[in-house]
């Protein structure tokens, strides 16, 4: 049995904290919160009162020293009562305890309605298996907030932009997990009013966590976000790992994971089914994203399943403007989709992606294996720099099966501005019933290729035929690989 004790010190502090201001969304400290002390080495029972709830277990990169019920702060679980106020009563006063071993809030079984509420520090918010949160429809629910300054404008449109649902800024150490609950952004309302033009402002996210430290996103489900699904930015050491991302292929925007200016991130054991990118790397647009100046580096995906047939299964760009770095990805599956890496740039982006390797991919349906291209026009506003030309160098891929493939690659690079060191080696490709009369379409780009069919262009010669050839891919992990989660134990209230 695990040890979930509640100690002296605890009691005290939440006689202290409930005698100074009080625990507003709860009946009382006491029956609120239930303060516990984890130890994740000590497996056995100290008995320090009244057991009140079922234990149950999770990992996360911090284990809790506090938590509390959604259902303690007023909310109602009945898909129609709004309980915006009880969320962000709940995470207001649970970040009394960022310094007292964190705290974690516990949503139980029912369909919670919410607008946006703000995360906090030392912070765990964990979804039960019928818990559903589901975003509200109204505009009103949403702050709009400025412009992040890497990109100068909205995505959709000038001026500022919705805040997500769950939102954080200059936080440290915050996870949002649980037993596979779902996170339901209901967007159909503003997929139509995107597309007749009805928005003044940019849709909001599911969740967009901004300059922070050690994020987690773990075993949970994610439905129809108005737009991007998931969007850390500014951040570093990130780990997204075993997430259900769904949303309706027909419905442009609605991009699983969007690492922005990010370090050390690792995405793994994900199954994405989306309408544009499954993952979409980013790091700035144009002018604003070059004066900005923060990468997007040290990122690993791995054991990815996408399905997504207008677009990417991984995207970098096309707001590549501050630089991408050191990517990895290995051991995909991508299903009925449009590409499977695609790397998107255009005159005046500057920026660069760079050292990029990608092995162990098996694609089954798709329109295009490889796709590159110097041309993906679109800009904040006039004021881009046309001599801004981007660089594009040492793109490896390996170790690669496509079935049913309507054109193997399209690489376009930018005249006077080639498309350097690209490496494909050990792919085989077999063709759709109606392929394209040009299976290899590639200017303004340099590199090789070793073992790969059907037969590349000129401008990526066999290497040494009668051979394989590897691409050089890195043997050292990167920081965030070697980060490993912890065992921790909680207990959910019993109704």
Not at 98 to 104: H, Q, R, T
Not at 182 to 206: M, N, S
Request: charge should be negative; aromatic fraction near 10%; include cysteine.
């Amino acid at each position: 049995m695990r040890s979930l004790p509640y100690t002296v010190g605890s009691l005290l502090l939440l006689l202290l904290l409930s005698h100074d201001g009080g625990f507003t969304g709860a009946a009382d400290a006491e029956h609120s919160f239930i303060a516990t002390d984890f130890n994740t080495h000590h497996h056995h029972r100290r008995n320090h009162g009244h057991r009140r709830g079922e234990e149950f277990e999770y990992s996360a990169l911090s284990c809790r020293g506090y938590s509390a019920s959604l259902d303690e702060f007023g909310a109602v679980g009945d898909g129609v009562t709004s309980n915006t106020a009880a969320f962000r009563d709940a995470v207001s006063q649970l970040s009394r305890f960022a310094d007292y071993g964190g705290s974690l809030l516990f949503v139980p079984a029912g369909r919670w309605l919410t607008g946006s509420f703000n995360l906090t520090s030392h912070f765990t918010l964990f979804l039960h298996r019928d818990a559903v949160i589901l975003a509200s429809q109204e505009e009103s629910d949403y702050e709009v907030i400025e412009p992040l300054p890497s990109y100068g404008r909205g995505r959709d449109t000038d001026g500022g932009r919705f805040i997500s649902l769950l939102f954080g800024s200059n936080l440290t150490d915050v996870v949002i997990t649980g037993e596979n609950g779902t996170i339901d952004g209901q967007g159909e309302p503003w997929w139509g009013k995107f597309k007749r033009g009805e928005l003044k402002y940019t849709r909001p996210y599911l969740i967009e966590i901004m300059h922070s430290d050690g994020i987690q996103i773990s075993n949970l489900t994610f439905l129809n976000s108005p737009s991007w699904h998931i969007h850390p930015v500014y951040s570093s050491n990130i780990v997204i790992q075993s997430l259900t991302i769904l949303a309706p292929v027909t419905v442009p925007n609605t991009d699983g994971i969007n690492p922005d200016s990010c370090t050390n991130t690792r995405i793994e054991d994900c199954y994405i089914v989306s309408g544009d990118d499954c993952i979409a790397v980013k790091s700035g647009w144009d002018q604003y994203g070059i004066n900005y100046g923060m990468p997007t580096k040290q990122l690993l995906i791995r054991r990815l399943t996408c399905i997504s047939p207008d677009s990417a299964v991984i995207a970098l760009g096309s707001e590549m403007s501050g630089g991408i770095e050191d990517v990895r990805a290995e051991d995909i599956v991508a299903i009925n989709s449009e590409s499977g890496i695609r790397i998107k740039t255009a005159i005046g982006r500057g920026g660069y992606v760079k050292d990029v390797y990608v092995r162990g991919m098996t694609m089954q349906t798709m329109k295009y294996v490889f796709w590159m291209t110097g041309s993906y026009g679109s800009h904040p506003d006039e004021h881009y720099d046309p001599n801004a030309l981007p660089v594009i160098q040492n793109i490896n891929y390996q170790d690669m099966v496509a079935e049913n493939v309507t054109m193997p690659a399209q690489l376009a690079g930018i005249t006077g501005d080639q498309f350097t060191g690209i490496c494909i080696s050990n792919v085989t490709i077999t063709l759709s019933k109606k392929p394209k009369k040009v299976l290899w379409n590639c200017t303004d780009v340099s590199g090789y290729t070793s073992g790969v069919t059907p037969e590349p262009c000129q401008l990526l010669p066999e290497k040494q035929p009668g051979s394989i050839v590897p691409c050089n891919f890195p043997e050292s992990p990167i920081d965030i690989d070697e980060v490993k989660l912890q065992r921790c134990y909680s207990r959910r209230r019993l109704m």
